[in-house]
């Protein structure tokens, strides 16, 4: 039996082919009115993710619509559910659909995960994909600051605050603010302004 093939996460690809659940970026850290939704959906979730521990990884998602796909993955990351995250997010890409939103959501089940590597080549991949899609870039570099590769982290927290147009994630913030006090003490007083710009204005709090 497809573990997919239930009526309630049916019912819930319905109801995002309706917009009545919100899916802002696309993306599993960014849709936050998504994952707040009603218990319904929660429901679907919750079986999902016990038919995902029934059946291993002997999932067949082919002949699920990509809206459906989506909402599965944003569950079973929400239940830490990776196997079925990941695989739903593998199967809107093998179609020909992994957009820089999708690259990111594969990103952070990578590094719930515990892979960072596997994080940051998604990460990168979304980059190529969309330059202009400045979620990738600070995931990017956070993953890297994890690993301690500082080489590339200044370069992309540079390109995040120069698209960026949203509120600050904390966590976020405080990256681009340990990255900028840390550029200012090496002297680069230009790049650090900039980040020091952005947090001024997308942070809750000021530099």
Request: aromatic share 6%.
């Amino acid at each position: 039996m497809d573990p997919l093939n239930s009526t309630g996460l049916q019912a819930l690809g319905t109801k995002l082919r309706r917009g009545l659940l919100s899916f802002k970026s696309a993306s599993l850290g960014i849709g936050k009115d998504a994952a707040v939704q009603a218990n319904a959906a929660e429901l679907s979730f919750n079986e999902a993710a016990r038919r995902c521990d029934e059946l291993g990884h002997d999932m067949k998602v082919s002949g699920f619509q990509t809206s459906e796909l989506l909402a599965t993955a944003q569950a079973a990351y929400r239940a830490h559910r990776l196997p079925l995250a990941r695989q739903a997010l593998g199967e809107v890409i093998s179609r020909g659909e992994g957009t820089a939103a999708v690259q990111l959501d594969l990103g952070k089940v990578e590094l719930r995960d515990g892979d960072v590597d596997a994080a940051i080549a998604c990460f990168q991949k979304g980059i190529e994909l969309d330059p202009s899609f400045a979620p990738c870039w600070i995931e990017s570099a956070a993953a890297k600051r994890r690993l301690r590769r500082w080489d590339g982290v200044l370069v992309e927290c540079l390109a995040f605050v120069d698209l960026n147009t949203e509120r600050l994630e904390k966590a976020h913030a405080r990256l681009l603010r340990e990255v900028a006090d840390h550029t200012f003490g090496a002297g680069d007083r230009y790049s650090a302004g900039r980040i020091y710009a952005c947090l001024q204005i997308y942070s809750d709090e000021a530099k």
